[in-house]
């Protein structure tokens, strides 16, 4: 099992160009949540997908930020354009099952992205 | 709405000493609980997990949490901690509305042990 993937590790972009992040769940995993993470918020889940339907994006912070997931192995995160205060870490995480019953996250490595 | 209070941001310990970390959540609904480990420059891993049963659960490396139901409470805790211990801890709970699971994070605590 190679766990959940990002990528990339690491993104320097200048603002106002388009940022692109990248995740592959595990497989068999039917949600994918994406995360934010900085030193001000902490954790904030921007969106999360169930059987590729987006199903709460209400953190997504503004239009600039969209999220796809074309098929159950691949979602992106997008920001265009991109801006300083989008610096942060970007977590991706999958699990299984919606019952009640939820399985714990598994987290990929995330993405540390600099917007200069 | 439904929010994760951690109560501590930072904790600093010498080795050896106790730890407890307070984690209250506010939902009246069926919640799972779970308690994630985020050491230096790393992701997010599991440490425990409450479903149902036993309200006191053993997790890895001595780990343990116990869940108050009346005190909307899932507190952290170890006896003894190690210098690796050092890293950020996430409580976080699982909701369980319309169908679909919902995981909320707490701010996370930062945990230095000292040797």
């Known amino acids: 099992d190679a766990g959940v993937i990002q990528s990339p590790r690491h993104e320097v972009t200048e603002m106002g160009q388009e940022v692109t992040l990248r995740c592959k769940p595990i497989?068999?995993?039917?949600?994918l949540f994406w995360y934010r993470q900085t030193m001000m918020r902490g954790l904030e889940l921007l969106i999360y997908f169930n059987n590729n339907v987006p199903i709460d994006d209400s953190g997504m912070p503004e239009d600039r930020f969209s999220a796809k997931m074309p098929n159950a192995s691949f979602s992106t995160l997008k920001i265009q354009p991109s801006e300083p205060r989008d610096s942060a870490v970007y977590f991706c995480?999958?699990?299984?099952?919606?019952?009640?019953?939820?399985?714990?996250?598994?987290f990929g490595n995330g993405t540390r992205l600099t917007v200069t | 709405a439904q929010s994760v209070s951690q109560h501590n941001h930072h904790v600093i310990l010498s080795e050896a000493a106790s730890l407890e970390l307070g984690c209250n959540y506010s939902y009246g609904g069926t919640v799972n609980l779970f308690w994630y480990v985020q050491y230096p420059g790393q992701h997010l891993q599991l440490l425990l997990k409450?479903?149902?049963?036993?309200?006191l659960v053993k997790g890895i490396k001595g780990f343990e949490a116990e869940f108050i139901k009346s005190k909307f409470s899932f507190n952290l805790r170890k006896p003894s901690v190690q210098w690796s211990d050092t890293a950020e801890y996430f409580c976080a709970v699982s909701l369980f509305s319309g169908g679909y699971n919902k995981l909320i994070f707490g701010a996370g605590t930062r945990l230095a042990v000292h040797p």
């Open positions: 995480a999958s699990s299984s099952g919606t019952g009640p019953m939820s399985s714990p996250l598994h």
């Open positions: 409450y479903f149902s049963g036993d309200p």
């Open positions: 497989s068999g995993h039917n949600s």
